[in-house]
């Protein structure tokens, strides 16, 4: 290991386990380098101070003891604020914490801060957040994608060696790829939502950025299984994922290579070859490709549009000004005073996809776009399970293009919506994904593909992401200034 | 593509209790025209099938009553008094 600061969590655990060095030593380095370095990216929105984390730590005999970490902004921690970058929650503080932020600190785990992220989630570069916006460490020109942005920026320059986030339609696995580190939306209902502000409650799962894939699995094993607190919970207990790294694929293992995908319009050669040559890495481990189609993708995204929108219009119909977060404190009448204060408290992003949400479910549209995109979901998910018949994993690029340019669609909104094309089928099949880095454009942006499985396929993901990454360097390369 | 008029984005703001501003009006009308045209295509493969199996459902738990300190949430009230959250006047007055 070079530096602390690029260290894994099992480096660090090597640190802590020899005494080499304290945990409040370790956590006052992580603490000093957010409070330095972020200024240079923006990527959290409060970074805590040591007493008070101290404060909460019990050590535990496990790998993530006294290892300091962020969690997306929309994920509550008892005491904090949890703003999601919006201004309608800027002073809302937490009363209880998230499962998965109970869980990781049972574990020992170490939350120091709140990382910026898209407004209630609802972006795909953290530009909508409405505090600050955060920079791709690779490139300050460029946006770190989104939503999770500040959790995936954060990781990437290694600010902590672990971050939270929440995926809907792709919000963890795009800005991984577009910051060059690992991400995984976990099959819905395997992570509890307790505690996560809601955006699209059929498709939002809480998942880990970290740098390296057996990091992933530590950090997975801490928050995932069964809880009684979500009622969309999988019947599934916990356990310990870092056992499926054997370094060896798993037997006779098929990988699907999805040939519509690969030479979809937009998609970049340089991104295209990189996802070629990670499927001969694999293929050169010993896994055997299959090329297969899965037509109804090319509808994902429409259908996605539909299915968030409206769900987000119900989940954020909470926000009105009366118990907690903004109101409008000069209106006359209480329908006023709601109107005014969403008015004020919500960005554009959010209220827009208030609006289409609501005229998609209201009468006279509701057949044509809300019970049509239902009708494509299942059609989805059905082409996913027939595949998964044929093959054991199937393998796509994460995003057609690396990490663009801030103000790149201010007016081309259409296509700001369209960075979940990839990402977000596999939402609405409820499946887990990982994104992985495979390669560097010639801009030195990073580029990441997504191994994608089965529901509670994860072991198996793991697995076979791992091998990967033992037969590619692009998992030890960092963005310069760090 | 889909067409919005100015009264149906104000009828439709109204039933999101979302106020919109005269310069917002025909921005957002673009914006939703734009998104909803996309989002027509689901209409062209759309078909019924069987429900998949592994649907997630629903599952429930006993209601259980747990104790916490209301002030906790109280004190986060734009307005209150005493246990109460205040709210402005429900109905307008003459």
Redesign the interface.
């Known amino acids: 290991m070079d530096r602390l600061e690029f260290a894994t969590i099992t480096q660090l655990r090597e640190k802590l386990d020899s005494q080499e060095i304290s945990v409040a030593e370790l956590l006052e380095f992580f603490i000093n380098r957010c409070n330095k370095t972020d200024k240079k990216i923006d990527s959290t929105l409060e970074v805590f101070d040591k007493e008070s984390v101290l404060k909460q730590f019990r050590a535990q005999g496990t790998p993530l003891s006294g290892i300091p970490g962020l969690l997306k902004d929309n994920i509550c921690q008892e005491g904090r604020i949890t703003s999601c970058a919006s201004k309608f929650l800027q002073?809302?503080?937490a009363?209880y914490d998230a499962s998965a932020c109970k869980r990781l600190k049972r574990s020992g785990a170490l939350p120091i801060g709140r990382a910026n992220m898209d407004e209630f989630a609802m972006g795909s570069s953290t530009e909508t957040s409405a505090f600050k916006k955060t920079k791709n460490p690779w490139d300050f020109s460029r946006v770190p994608g989104g939503s999770s942005g500040g959790s995936a920026a954060a990781v990437a320059a290694g600010l902590v060696p672990w971050s939270l986030g929440s995926d809907t339609g792709g919000s963890i696995r795009q800005p991984a790829a577009f910051c060059g580190i690992v991400g995984l939306k976990p099959t819905?209902?395997l992570v509890p939502r307790y505690g996560l502000v809601a955006y699209g409650s059929s498709l939002d799962q809480i998942g880990m950025f970290t740098r390296s894939v057996y990091d992933a699995a530590i950090v997975f094993s801490a928050i995932a299984g069964y809880d009684?607190?979500d009622?969309?919970?999988?019947?599934v207990q916990k356990k310990d994922y870092t056992q499926h790294l054997t370094g060896k694929l798993p037997e006779n293992l098929r990988i699907g290579v999805i040939d519509n995908v690969l030479n979809a319009d937009g998609m970049s050669s340089e991104i295209s070859e990189a996802v070629e040559q990670a499927i001969q890495v694999l293929e050169k481990a010993g896994a055997k490709i299959k090329h297969v189609e899965l037509p109804?993708l090319d509808?994902s995204?429409?259908?996605y549009?539909?299915i968030s929108?409206a769900e987000a219009?119900s989940n954020l119909?909470r926000f009105?000004?009366?118990?907690?977060?903004?109101?409008d404190?000069s209106?006359?009448?209480?329908h006023?005073?709601?109107?005014?204060s969403?008015?004020d408290g919500?960005g554009e992003e959010v209220?827009?996809r208030?609006?289409?949400g609501?005229?998609?479910l209201?009468a006279g549209h509701a057949g044509?776009?809300y019970?049509?995109?239902k009708?494509?979901q299942?059609?989805i998910?059905?082409d996913f399970?027939n595949t998964f018949n044929d093959v054991d994993l199937l393998i796509m690029p994460t995003h057609p293009q690396p990490a663009f340019k801030f103000g790149a669609y201010d007016v081309d909104?259409?296509q700001m919506?369209?960075q979940d094309f990839f990402t977000c089928p596999m939402n609405l099949a409820?499946i887990p994904a990982i994104s992985l880095p495979c390669g560097m454009t010639k801009d030195k942006m990073p580029i990441g593909f997504q191994l994608i499985g089965p529901?509670l396929s994860e072991g198996q993901i793991f697995q076979t992401a791992h091998v990967f990454e033992q037969n590619t360097p692009w998992h030890t390369m960092h963005p310069e200034g760090f | 593509m889909t067409k919005?008029s100015k009264e149906e984005?104000l009828k439709?703001?109204e039933?999101?209790?979302?106020?919109?501003?005269d310069d917002e009006i025909e921005p957002?009308i673009k914006?939703?025209e734009?998104?909803?045209s996309?989002?027509?295509?689901?209409?062209?493969?759309?078909?019924?099938?069987e429900?998949?199996s592994?649907?997630?459902v629903?599952?429930?738990?006993e209601d259980v009553v747990v104790r916490?300190d209301p002030e906790?949430?109280l004190c986060?009230?734009?307005?209150r008094e005493d246990d109460y959250?205040v709210?402005?006047?429900?109905?307008?007055t003459k």
């Open positions: 002073n809302y503080v009363t819905y209902g009684l607190r009622s969309s919970s999988r019947n109804t509808y995204a429409a259908s549009f539909v929108r219009a119909a009105d000004g009366v118990r907690y977060g903004m109101r404190k209106a006359k009448t209480l006023d005073m709601y109107l005014n969403r008015h919500f209220k827009t208030i609006l289409v609501n005229y998609v209201s044509q776009f019970e049509n995109a009708r494509v299942r059609l998910r059905r399970k909104k259409l919506d369209l409820g529901h | 919005i984005v439709i703001a039933i999101s209790h979302i106020s919109l501003r957002m914006h939703l734009g998104v909803l996309y989002a027509e295509r689901v209409q062209e493969i759309a078909a019924d099938i429900e998949p592994d649907k997630n629903n599952v429930f738990r916490v906790t949430i986060q009230a734009p307005e959250f709210v402005p006047a429900i109905l307008k």
